[in-house]
């Protein structure tokens, strides 16, 4: 709360394992029940957005809404794709944050991404860590109809996406 020089409303709060929270809040009329969930929502938010600068989206590619919400889309389905790929990894890779998941398997592969109808191809060549990422993106579609979950992307374009690796 930068340069901020009104009064502050503090709620304090007792966790399950006896710590208090403590949370200051410049809205005079916020409840405990209201603020609490409200700011550890934001918190998350505003986490995700620091944890996630390496993918670049705390900026925007373009002025064009299109643009932004197709950079945007591709960003988070990129970082849902790491964290996936981070838990599919085991153990020794649970607590690495989905940069370092970036930096150790992604950084510097080489890639090429084409549409080819009602499909985005996502080419990709040799690197290091090529049979584990093959093993979980290959045959995405069949993988995802086992699931029940509907390959087509809606936010492109009701798309599928098809990873080949080369």
Known sequence: MKDFDGPLLM?????????YFALLTPEHEMT????MPTYTKRWRIENFFKDN????????????????????SL??????AMDNFRHDLGSGYSRKTPESIYREFVDGVQGRVQLHRDVIRINIYG???ETVAAAILTNLDAKLARANVDPHIPWLGNRRIEFRFH
């Open 11 to 19: 709620l304090v709060k007792q966790r399950e394992d006896g710590k």
């Open 32 to 35: 405990p029940e209201i603020a």
């Open 53 to 72: 600068r390496h993918l670049g989206i705390d900026h925007l590619p373009s002025m064009g809404l299109d643009v932004i919400q197709t950079v945007l």
């Open 75 to 80: 960003r988070l389905l990129a970082f849902h």
């Open 127 to 129: 690197f290091e860590h």
